[in-house]
């Protein structure tokens, strides 16, 4: 069975209204007897009444942060962590996203044959890094490369049980890039990105059925949405009357909106 995860830690508010939404689109597209959804918190009583398997992270959170010096370490530590304790499938999905029709559909057909991430987002993504290399404890000698190393986005990490090794070189590049962070502060999906393409396992992306919004103006818009368009009641998991489709104009709209109140709001 594959196993849809999310990550819940920290106790944002925002973030966890985001996972809200999210999970409400993701359960309008599954089979519950083809797929099941898992959430990972540090606060599991929180989830206790949603139809959701929950994992409680609350003893890994120092340790999968690199203690606390890296919390995108927690990504790639909580996929290696389910693939171990689930044995099946996994696919990890980031809250700020937006599952769309034939999303569960063209999960399944890229997953039998590759790992799934989100999208490609460039060559040569930290130019600085030149010169960098290290032995990774799987696959050996690592050295980047300034014309092959890439980057893609892991808004979606879709993996099998099998990959676990891979996880661990991606953990071992994290923490010899961990001093590194504020500089390069997406280590984390460059660090998977790399590994794969040393270990030549073929990559599909997913981005037409999925939409993740982490860009900041985005991000503000769906606040709003998701304010106006969930119930207040954390465990009425009723869909929106409409989904939000990241219209150019409406977020802008939005946005210029949000900018004028919360200006105005320093005068009151």
């Known amino acids: 069975m594959l196993n849809y ?34 959430v990972a918190s540090d606060a599991p009583d929180l989830y206790r009444n949603w139809p959701v398997q929950v994992m409680d992270i609350a003893p890994n959170i120092r340790e999968w942060s690199g203690n606390g010096l890296y919390h995108h370490r927690i ?15 996994v696919l990890f999905l980031d809250s700020d996203s937006i599952v769309r029709p034939g999303f569960h559909a063209e999960v399944e057909e890229k997953m039998a044959a590759s790992v799934v991430l989100n999208r ?73 990105s790399e590994v794969l393409r040393l270990s030549q ?13 982490w860009q900041g103006r985005r991000r503000i818009y769906m606040a709003g949405r998701i304010a106006k ?3 207040a009641n954390w465990d009425d998991l009723t869909p929106p009357k409409e989904w939000a489709d990241m219209n150019y104009w409406a977020v802008r709209a939005y946005n210029y909106y949000y900018g004028v109140t919360h200006a105005l709001d320093a005068f009151k």
């Open 5 to 38: 995860l999310y990550l819940d830690y920290g106790g944002r508010a925002k973030y966890r209204a985001e996972l809200k939404y999210s999970l409400i689109s993701l359960r309008a597209e599954l089979d519950p007897a083809r797929a099941r959804i898992v």
């Open 75 to 89: 990504k790639p530590a909580l996929v290696r962590e389910a693939l171990s304790a689930l044995a099946e499938p």
């Open 120 to 192: 490609f987002e460039k060559h040569d993504p930290y130019p600085p890094l030149k010169g960098f290399r290290m032995t990774l404890p799987h696959l050996g000698a690592y050295r980047y490369d300034v014309t092959h190393s890439w980057m893609f986005n892991s808004g979606l990490i879709g993996m099998e049980p099998a990959h676990v090794s891979l996880l661990d070189d991606t953990l071992a590049m994290i923490d010899a890039l961990i001093g590194r962070a504020k500089k390069f502060p997406a280590i984390e999906q460059f660090a998977l």
């Open 201 to 213: 396992i073929g990559i599909a992306e997913i981005h037409h059925t999925f939409l993740h919004y």
């Open 229 to 231: 368009d969930l119930s």
